[in-house]
């Protein structure tokens, strides 16, 4: 195990090398000058070269690189344009309501996504599994955008339930932050519901098929003890593959739904950045989120022997 570990952390670091040279390129690519959303359309030429000179916009491409993955290798991030903080400070004010919301997302997926499945294997060809099927569908073919837009006019503007905007640190108020939260959640977790609830039955009905299962069935256990203690476990081991894989698909939808419901997190940071060529809070908070994506596959690989102890490394 702890040679599969050392093996599986040292590949991360050519991945990590090929994703920071692409964004880096990426991202220069962006049309517009730096500084003038920094100086301002008024701005001189002289003031322009200047303020190239000392954000180092004057070296060559590869010189920024190896000066920027120079910082980053120990430890700076660099700092911001704009504001002249230093990004890792800014990541760690932004990445709480990240990471929140990212996990009441996959809260709902465990608690919603996982029994439906189990429901909808358990009762097949029935008309609860083509409910839940067809709701599930309904989650995956609704854009985020258009899903926050009709949750914010549905339980905001009409009901009054929630509020339509904001974020309160949980620390600060638990009760408002959860409420504001709920919405965020909802729409993020959505398509991550859909997902594990489509897996979860498919991997279930696989399971029930097989032979040990006929086995227990023949020595007289209880149907909910065979779905539950026999083929569940081993059928979560794709349905653990498929939600770890939509680590990275629910990452990207924080960047919409974040700038929907003005929450301070990791997608209104990276896209404020890109609006207003702030590049080092940019490169910094993709980084950043690039490399919690590997870490969470990684764990995802360390639980297959936890769920199936036939695995092994």
Known sequence: MIGYLVRRLAQLIPV????S???FLLLRLLPGDPTTEILGQEASAADRAALRADLGLDTPLWRQFLDWIGGVLTGDLGRSWLTDEP????????LPATVELGLIALLLAVLIGIPAGVLAAVRRRTATDSALTGLGVLALSTPHFYLAALLILVFAIWLRVVPPSGYVPFTEDPAGNLVRMVLPAITVGSTVVAVV???????????LGEDYIRTAEATGLRRRRIVTVYAL?????????????QIGALMSATVVTETIFTLPGMGTLIVNGIFSRD???VQGAVLVVVTFVLLVNLVTDLVYAWLDPRITY
């Open 21 to 23: 040279v692409v964004l």
């Open 197 to 207: 609830l489509r897996q979860t039955r498919g991997s279930l009905l696989a399971a």
């Open 279 to 281: 590049l080092p809070v």
């Open 87 to 94: 990004v890792a400070g800014v990541i760690v004010d932004r």
């Open 233 to 245: 476990r081993n059928a979560l081991v794709p349905v653990v593959t498929v939600t770890a894989l």
């Open 16 to 19: 990590l090398f090929v994703v």
